[in-house]
């Protein structure tokens, strides 16, 4: 184990070990690895801790992974460690991350089914790939088919395209979008669109040999090989198609989920269209043959749109529709063949039930007797020596004889199709090349194989081991090339497994040996297999448990093969007599597929047994029909044509692309890595990544090794020798040698080599980080702390000084204080004490007081008591008196109440009977005696009683005596105690009066104080509601103002805005017609150059020896309209020249007709400009309205009304008399148009209406001013009121009283509700007589604008009658205008004076204009007998007229050509005068032979344009329309025919568009119109044009400044294009900021500065040689800046195109160099004065994409502020830069898919093209601003070096 393996098995390097379900997962190291350590220690990335056990044998180490910047790469062999899992790896990270489906694997192209339609294969992604290298751009199929084109081309070898994979994989899809490439790139040669043909192939062999498989829905069940033919120049001319191995079982037999051929179902489909009628066609369900797979319908298809796409094929491919219905028709014969009913007879025979419906149909359908074909199929023929049997045959034996037949014909139909395909593919030009696409079979494995994946995998080991030795003869070749020594590379080698299969007693010698046996069968022949095969080989092997079948070990994987069906399927053979039957048929087609045919029988003569899965079409040669060539097998015969087709490949150079299935449910980029390992490692990707690994796989240039690892070279080891540095680089960091070699211009490295030197490469930079990071840190560590330092110093500075004046402040505050204090102490102490003085005296007076009415309170107290206690005592003896008296009494009551008692009845009992009273009170007497008892006991005791009371009394009497002295003296006290009483009484009343006195007193007080405080609180009140009612108006006022202001402003910003949009929509429509009509024009010149070309050639054909005829390259691009004009001047003779000049007529018919059609688009402008003013007028009208109703809104004040009705009455009177000015100014100017846009009429009326506008605005404000006055009256007129009220309280309080009355309340509320009816109602009649007088001014305004309109139109209608028609025009105009006023004026005036006098002055001036017509009418009579006389004058002399047409500015009623003889003036004119025979000359030495260098280094700018203008003056001034026609047309022709000899310069495009533009303002400046004499001199304009008007002529010369034009940007695009990709993104502007990649096999332009590479510097250098060129030459500024803008947009749109399909340009650091070279080309156009161009504008979506490559991507707000930045860019373009984004180094993140996701979900609201390129064959319309000269014509002087000697001045 060498060194470098110990440095990379260290702590966290990431290991590959296998797994079960992913095959492979990733883990890292958690140990070092040590030599002799048995396991190693993993960490899974799931967190999940693993130790890895080694083979104590190999001792193998696990693979180890690649770094994280080489993942996703472009090319598996860039890979550093090449082994399965990094493959595996890369291309998953690829698929699912960046969504892409193209990885190089060498010289491979792996193409993985993303089962989802992708946009990149569009045309514009065609052009981004044509022509450029294999390695410049991202892998695709593009890509490979261009380096097939390009081999094609440079090494005049035929190449071919091997495209291979399983079902599903897309092999026809990559096919197919190849061809597509050739044909669009190539084009043809012919109008026979051969490319169109060969595409229309393949709708047709889809139809017919694909079909719906359990893997795939479109799946090819054959294999084909397609030669595209090209001529010497490249150009498709016709292709040729060979098959292979058609799956015919299909026919007949589908498995579930599957079904039979597309072309069935599509009929079955379509069986209700009328000519399908006859097919007797229905459901695909009614019929066997399609309804097996039980899935007749495949989702998203419609097989009836199929079949129309499959008709339109068999059109243009040349099949008439009767050939079309032909097939159709043995197709659906095949359909009812299989629906025949075969029943059993008996054991041995089978018998077909009579009049069976579908055999009938068959029949009729192939034209054969139902009879014979209905006994063949149960019948067979047995031929031996010397006679013939007819057997019958058992029915399984009968349906296999039916399936076997449909089989048949389907087959020979099938070759027929291919046969006519190449015939309609074929052509007659001889073919110099060819490039082949190749799509077959990939290798196949399934749980049963047989006969058919034998077969395929035998093709795929020869395409495998033709592959091996192709890729090893490139690493052989490579090798000798850079002179390194190599070895033989040690390569499995399938050579032993050919000679298996097809060496002398192989498997297929042994197969086809036992099928001549008569009683061959499968086990015989296994048999013979093991006998053969077993002992000697060990590729085959026999399974364990099985003995009919057999293993072989192929180059992917072992194959099981079962022998049973090898046989049958090996003979393929068909019933002679059913084939003679079938050639028997009336039916011409089906004769015709059989005429070729033979005797298909099997070559023992044995019969068929049962029919299995058999893939086989072997297209039949033509030379080949005797009968030992036809008994062939199908073994032999596929031996042959795949030996045909080794071959055809070994004699083309293979490009090879392998198709990958990622998984089996056709799920949309969902990738299965044991489903992609099994392709791989079956396709050889992985065998070419083994080879590749076995030699030097990384390969580096010295200067892209020095570049990417100078880090790792110390300066002492840098030398001048590059190639020197890297050797001593190299052998001090790698020991061993064999590690790598050196060869001529490259390094080459073994595996893993390139890993340890990146990390390497990566220690040292963490440490060069580290450091930086250390020193860094330390010194913003130092600075930080320095800066705290100083800041601390300055604080503690500061600090101290604060804190000692704080102490000085403290301690004068602090003597102050007690200075304070004692004056204050002191102070307070005798305040103190003469309030404690104070208070004591007046306590002791309280006291005293107090103490003296407590005295008195206390005596007088005692007097009263005494005086209650007296009358109390009285009171209480009288009262104890009398209760005891009422108590005696009561008594004596009760006794003597019961002693009547007693007596009654004592009386009743005696009145009664003794014995009865006896009987009743027995026993009673007792009772009584006891009661006298008590009775006399009582009396006692009364006595007793009666004795103490006469006691009593007698002391009472004397009681009551001596009391009654005591009353007597009480009395006399009381009655002194009752005079005292009586006067405290009235005392006390006086007291009480006095204090009711005083409570009124205080309650009036409180209630006069409590209404002084509701006054003062209502007054308050009401003078804040008077204050916020003012401030509320104010606010209101600022508010309407703010309102009005911001109205007006957003009226003014909405006018503006709307204006904007509709000058925008009608400058974008303008430039749309533009462009249109500048397509036209290229499109013009396109066929005008095939109509030379063709023109050329049979001129070459016929006269091969003609001077001046030189055929050009039909890709030239030619300027040449139908203005062709002849070349050769000097040999022209006069016939000739009669026959340009009719054909420069019609040509010059053809321009004028584009001019009227320009014509119309301008009217259109015109009219879209009159809608916008509409709009603007509604617009205003509009706003009119809205300040109106804002208006109405305002107030509802009577004076305010009165005064708003006031100004709108002055403001109405002011409208009307400026409506009546501007009535005047547009009455005296419509002549002249004056009231179109920019006329003083039109100004005057914007204006007056602006100016009435401010008034209204200055109006409101004093409203609203005298509206605040008002209200400040009113408030101040209220509070004099309240003043006077506050004088008199009771009256207030009165009237508040009354105020609080409900029901006046009410009373007044109705009042004022009346009032303010009648207020409204009086303000809605002054508003509605408003409008009305509002409209009214408006309509009357309209009504001028629309006379203005109509004056206009008339106007111009006049201009272009001739200038009798002209006159009597306007007059008669004039008249029926002064008509209409007049009627008006009679019906506004209903005084009859009023239209007396109107009469009078109509009839005045109508008498004026009759006098002035009959002047005009007599000058025109003058002037034309004038012209008479001059006519026979120049009759007289002999003078020809010349035939012609009228030029646009001659005479309508001119007979004749005037002729004007030229005077001789003094001084020189600015014309120049040549001959009619010196035209020839001037153009030819003045255009033809002019060198523009000398030209415009020497003499002034544009000076060609100046001669030609000066002769065509002075053809006008002698009147020679002929001379000016000829004159012009000449010029025209010859400026086209030296731009389309010279179209490559762009020094001579340059100067001839300066000088056609010089020419054209020419034209335009002396033209006579006044808006283009505005700023000539007076001596310019009398230099004007006098004769004809040439303002078609213009549009002519326009048109041909636009070709010019044209033809100068492709030019420009030529030259600039080989340096924009270089210079703007591969060179490195930046010096080491981006580093090299390490890249694969396929080698990318390097980004160093190599010698002879582009860089920003040669683009900026282009630029400005560009612009100095124009500039010399005279070019317009404003040309000049659209020249400028269109460059700039080519840089912008290629740099990002190629930003979009590359992706090691998208980078963090590429993004930085994008955006340096972005600033350069800015500061190029600051420079030049060029930034107003728009040029900038352009570069935006570069600008954006390269801000994208710079900005963070993770999180929510990077999304939205990347969807906010990249506006400028599509949604497509923003994800595939997101995908495409690549770290260069580790420091760097990928971006993840969820913010992808993210990025498209917040994008998916825009509506934008989903195209990903942009077009950079887009030319901005062109202008040709006019642009006068200030050089007098008579100044300018004619070289000599001209030679134009025979101009002259006049």
């Known amino acids: 184990m060498n060194q470098e393996l110990y440095y990379m098995f260290v702590k966290l390097a990431r290991v590959w070990i296998p797994d079960a379900e992913e095959v492979w997962k990733s883990a890292a190291l958690t140990k070092n690895y040590e030599d002799g350590d048995g396991s190693l220690q993993l960490a899974l990335e799931d967190g999940t801790n693993l130790e890895h056990k080694l083979d104590p044998k190999t001792k193998n180490l696990p693979y180890l992974r690649n770094p994280d910047i080489l993942v996703g790469e472009n090319d598996l062999t860039a890979l550093s460690y090449l082994h399965e899992p990094a493959v595996l790896h890369n291309l998953k990270v690829r698929f699912i991350d960046s969504k892409l489906i193209y990885t190089y694997c060498g010289i491979v192209l792996v193409a993985i089914n993303p089962y989802e339609s992708l946009p990149i294969y569009g045309s514009d992604i065609i052009n981004a790939y044509s022509g450029q290298n294999m390695g410049d751009m991202d892998p695709h199929i593009f890509a490979v088919a261009e380096e097939a084109y390009k081999q094609m081309a440079r090494d005049e070898r035929n190449q071919s395209i091997i495209v291979s994979g399983e079902s599903g994989a897309g092999k026809t899809v990559s096919a197919k979008y190849a061809m597509r490439y050739f044909a669009t790139v190539s084009g043809t040669t012919s109008e026979a669109n051969v490319e169109q043909k060969v595409l229309a192939s393949n709708p047709i062999m889809e139809a017919i040999g694909n079909a719906k498989t359990t893997r795939n829905d479109n799946s090819s069940r054959f294999g084909k090989y397609i030669e595209i033919g090209f001529d010497p120049r490249y150009r498709i001319i016709g292709a040729n198609m060979r098959t292979y191995l058609l799956e015919k079982s299909r026919v007949v037999f589908q498995a579930d989920e599957e079904r039979n051929y597309h072309i069935f179902y599509q009929l079955c489909a379509s069986a209700h269209l ?48 009767s050939y079309q219905m032909g097939l159709f028709q043995v197709l659906a014969a095949i359909l009812h063949l299989g629906n025949v009913e075969v029943k059993d007879r008996d054991s041995d025979s089978s018998v077909i039930p009579p009049n069976n419906s579908h055999l009938t149909a068959f029949c009729e359908l192939v034209g054969v007797s139902y009879q014979d074909m209905s006994h063949w199929l149960c019948h067979r023929k047995l031929r031996t020596a010397t006679e013939t049997y007819i057997k019958t045959v058992p029915r399984l034996q009968a349906v296999n004889s039916r399936d076997a037949l449909a089989k048949h014909v389907y087959a020979k139909l099938f070759s027929w199709i291919v046969e006519h395909v190449n015939k309609a593919l074929v052509t007659n030009i001889k073919q110099r090349s060819f490039i082949g696409v190749l799509d077959i079979y990939g290798f196949e494995t399934f749980e049963i194989n047989s006969f058919e994946q034998f077969c395929i995998n035998y093709a795929n080991e020869k395409l495998q081991q033709q592959f091996n030795m192709h890729v090893f003869k490139l690493e052989q070749e490579e090798y000798m090339r850079e002179e390194i020594p190599w070895t033989l590379i040690d390569f499995y080698d399938n050579q032993p497994c050919i000679n298996l299969i097809e060496a002398k007693m192989g498997v297929l010698d042994l197969l086809d040996e036992e099928c001549k046996m008569p009683k061959g069968s499968d086990e015989s022949w296994a048999q013979k297999l093991y006998n053969t095969h077993l002992k000697t080989c060990s590729l085959f092997q026999k399974p364990r448990l099985s003995n009919r079948a057999f293993i072989i070990q192929h180059f992917a994987d072992k194959v099981e093969y079962q022998c049973e069906g090898f046989l049958e399927k090996n003979k393929d053979t068909v019933n002679e007599e059913q084939i003679n039957v079938l050639k028997a048929s009336k039916f011409p087609l089906l004769v015709e597929l059989f005429q070729d045919g033979e005797k298909a029988v099997s070559p023992t003569g044995q019969p068929q047994g049962a029919g299995g899965r058999t893939r086989l079409s072997v297209k039949p040669d033509k030379g080949r029909t005797s009968s030992r060539e036809h008994k062939k097998t199908v073994g032999c015969q596929f031996r042959n044509s795949l030996q045909m087709l080794m071959d055809t490949l070994n004699a083309t150079t293979p490009h090879y692309v392998r198709c990958i299935k990622p998984n089996d449910f056709k799920l949309a980029f969902s990738f299965d890595p044991m489903r992609a390992v099994q392709q791989l490692r079956a396709c050889g990707v992985l065998e070419t990544i083994r080879i590749s690994a076995a030699g030097f796989p990384s390969r580096w240039t010295y200067q892209e090794f020095y570049s990417r690892y100078r880090v790792l070279m110390k300066q002492k080891d840098v030398l001048q020798d590059k190639r020197l540095t890297c050797r001593n680089v190299l052998e001090f960091l790698v020991q061993d040698q064999d590690k790598y070699q050196f060869g001529k211009t490259k390094i080459f490295f073994r595996a893993g080599q390139v890993a340890y030197l990146e990390k390497l490469r990566s220690d040292k930079l963490r440490v060069a980080c580290v450091r930086i990071q250390k020193t860094i840190r330390c010194w913003l560590a130092r600075k930080k702390f320095l800066r705290q330092r100083r800041s601390a110093i300055t604080i503690q500075r500061f600090t101290r000084g604060f804190q000692a004046r704080c102490l000085a402040k403290f301690m004068r505050r602090t003597s102050a204080a007690t200075t304070i204090q004692k004056y204050q102490r002191m ?580 008498v004026d204009l009759m006098e002035q017509l009959e002047k005009q009418d007599k000058t025109i009579r003058k002037l034309k007998k004038q012209l008479k006389v001059y006519s026979k004058r120049i009759g007289e002399m002999g003078v020809g007229q010349t035939e012609g047409q009228t030029s646009p500015g001659q005479m309508v009623d001119e007979p004749v050509r005037a002729v004007s003889i030229p005077r001789r003036e003094k001084d020189f004119q600015g014309m120049l005068e040549y001959k009619r025979q010196d035209e020839l000359k001037l153009v030819k030495n003045l255009i033809l032979e002019l060198k523009p260098r000398g030209v415009a280094v020497n003499l002034i700018p544009g000076l060609p344009a100046y001669i030609l203008f000066m002769c065509l003056r002075h053809a006008d001034y002698v009147n020679d329309d002929e001379k ?133 510097e040669s683009i900026l250098r282009q630029l400005g040689a560009f612009h100095s060129t124009m500039c010399q030459h005279g070019t317009d500024p404003e040309l000049i800046k659209q020249v400028v803008k269109q460059q700039f947009y080519i840089i912008g749109a290629v740099t990002l195109n190629n930003l979009l399909l590359r992706k090691d340009m998208c980078s963090w650091s590429k993004g930085m160099q994008i955006r340096y070279n972005v600033s350069q080309l800015e500061e190029w156009l600051r420079d030049k004065n060029l930034m107003a161009c728009g040029a900038k504008e352009t570069l935006e979506p570069l600008i954006q994409a390269a801000q994208l490559l710079q900005v963070k991507k993770k999180t929510d707000e990077d999304a939205e502020a990347i969807c906010s930045m990249c506006h400028a860019l599509t949604t497509a373009q923003i994800v595939k830069v997101l995908n495409l984004y690549t770290p260069v180094n580790e420091f760097e993140e990928r971006v993840s898919v969820s913010f992808i996701r993210t990025i498209q979900t917040r994008l998916r609201g825009r509506c934008e093209s989903p195209q990903l390129l942009m077009d950079t064959k887009v030319i901005y319309p062109v202008t040709f601003p006019f642009n006068p000269s200030a050089l007098a014509l008579e100044t300018i002087q004619i070289p000599s070096s001209l030679n134009l000697g025979f101009l002259v001045r006049v």
Not at 283 to 302: H, K, W
Not at 1234 to 1249: H, I, N
Not at 1260 to 1274: A, D, F, G, M
Not at 1524 to 1548: H, M, P, Q, W, Y
Request: charged residues 35%.
């Open 274 to 321: 009328p000519e399908l009628k006859d097919l007797r066609l229905g459901s695909a369900n009614d019929f066997l043959y399609t309804r097996q797979g039980r899935s007749p319908v495949i989702e998203g298809v419609d097989d009836t749109k199929e079949l129309s796409t499959t008709r339109h094929a068999f059109t243009l491919l040349g099949v008439n529709e």
């Open 827 to 1406: 102070c307070v102490a005798r305040r103190r004490y003469r309030q404690k003085q104070a208070a004591a005296l007046a306590m002791q007076t309280i006291l005293r007081a107090y103490m003296a009415r407590q005295k008195y309170r206390a005596l007088l107290r005692e007097s009263k008591a005494v005086v209650i206690q007296k009358h109390a005592r009285g009171l209480l003896a009288r009262r104890r008196f009398k209760r005891c008296l009422r108590a005696i009494v009561y008594l004596q009551c009760c006794l003597r109440r019961m002693r009547a008692r007693w007596e009654l009845k004592k009386l009743k009992i005696e009145a009664r009977s003794v014995e009865h009273f006896k009987k009743l009170n027995i026993g009673m007497e007792n009772k009584i005696m006891q009661l006298q008892r008590r009775i006399d006991e009582q009396n006692n005791n009364h006595r007793a009683t009666v004795d103490k009371l006469a006691t009593l009394e007698a002391g009472h009497a004397a009681d009551s005596e001596r009391m009654r002295v005591e009353v007597t003296r009480l009395r006399g006290v009381e009655e002194d105690a009752r005079n005292n009483a009586n006067r405290a009484n009235s005392l006390q009343g006086e007291l009480e009066r006095l204090k009711k006195e005083l409570a009124t007193t205080q309650k009036e007080k409180k209630t006069i104080e409590d209404w002084a405080t509701k006054y003062r609180d209502e007054m308050e009140k009401m003078v804040s509601e008077l204050k916020s009612q003012n401030g509320l108006l104010k606010s209101e006022k600022d508010d309407l103002n703010r309102m009005i202001q911001e109205q007006r402003q957003q009226m003014t910003e909405q006018m503006a805005r709307a204006i904007a949009e509709e000058t925008q929509q009608l400058e974008t429509d303008l430039n749309e017609e533009r462009s249109r009509y500048q397509n036209l024009l290229t499109e013009h010149l396109r066929l005008e150059e095939k109509h030379d070309d063709l023109k050329e050639e049979m001129a070459l054909s016929s006269n091969t020896s003609r001077p001046g005829h030189r055929r050009t390259d039909s890709t030239h691009s030619s300027n040449e309209s139908e203005y062709t004009y002849n070349s050769e001047y000097a040999e022209a003779d006069e016939g000739s020249r009669v026959s340009e000049d009719s054909g420069r007529g019609m040509d010059t018919n053809l321009t004028l007709k584009l001019q009227k059609r320009l014509g119309e688009l301008e009217q259109d402008k015109q009219q879209l400009r009159d809608e916008l003013e509409n709009k603007e007028e509604l617009f205003q009208r509009a706003r009119a309205r809205d300040d109106v109703e804002h208006k109405k809104a305002r107030g509802a004040e009577l004076e305010y009304e009165s005064l708003k009705r006031q100004e709108l009455e002055s403001e109405n009177k002011k409208l009307k008399h400026n409506l009546a000015e501007m009535r005047q100014s547009l009455l005296g100017n419509q002549a002249t148009g004056a009231g179109a846009p920019g006329s003083p009429a039109y100004k005057v009326l914007l204006d007056q209406l602006n100016s009435s506008s401010e008034e209204l605005d200055v109006r409101k404000e004093e409203v609203l001013i005298l509206r605040s006055q008002l209200v400040s009256q009113k408030e101040a007129t209220h509070h004099k009121d309240e003043k006077e009220t506050m004088t008199e309280p009771t009256h207030h309080v009165v009237d508040v009283s009354k105020l609080k009355d409900t029901d006046e309340i009410k009373q007044a509320y109705v009042g004022l509700k009346d009032t303010n009816r009648l207020l409204e109602s009086q303000l809605q009649a002054q508003r509605r007589s408003y409008d009305n007088e509002t409209e009214g001014l408006r309509s009357e305004l309209q009504n001028v604008k629309e006379e203005n309109n109509r004056q206009q139109q008339l106007l111009a209608q006049n201009l272009q009658l001739p200038p009798e028609a002209r006159i009597e025009a306007s007059l008669q105009h004039e008249i029926t205008r002064l008509t209409n006023e007049n009627l008006e004026i009679l019906t506004d005036n209903q005084d009859p004076t009023a239209s007396r006098e109107a009469r009078v002055t109509i009839l005045r001036r109508m």
């Open 1524 to 1656: 000016v026609r000829t004159l012009l047309a000449s010029t025209i022709n010859c400026i086209k025919k030296i731009l389309k000899k010279r179209g490559d310069d762009f020094e001579t495009v340059s100067f001839w568009l300066a000088n056609t533009c010089r020419f054209l303002h020419c034209l335009k400046q002396y033209s006579g119109d006044e808006v283009f004499m505005k700023h000539n001199s007076a001596r310019q304009n009398e230099h004007c044009l006098s004769n004809f008007d040439l303002a078609e002529y213009r549009q002519v010369i326009s048109d041909l400044a636009i070709q010019i034009y044209q033809q100068l940007i492709k030019c420009m695009e030529n030259i600039l294009q080989a340096m924009i990709v270089s210079g703007m993104l591969e060179h490195e502007t930046i010096q080491g900021v981006s580093g090299v990649k390490p890249t694969g096999l396929r080698k990318r332009t390097s980004s160093i500065a190599d010698e002879g590479m582009y860089t920003l």
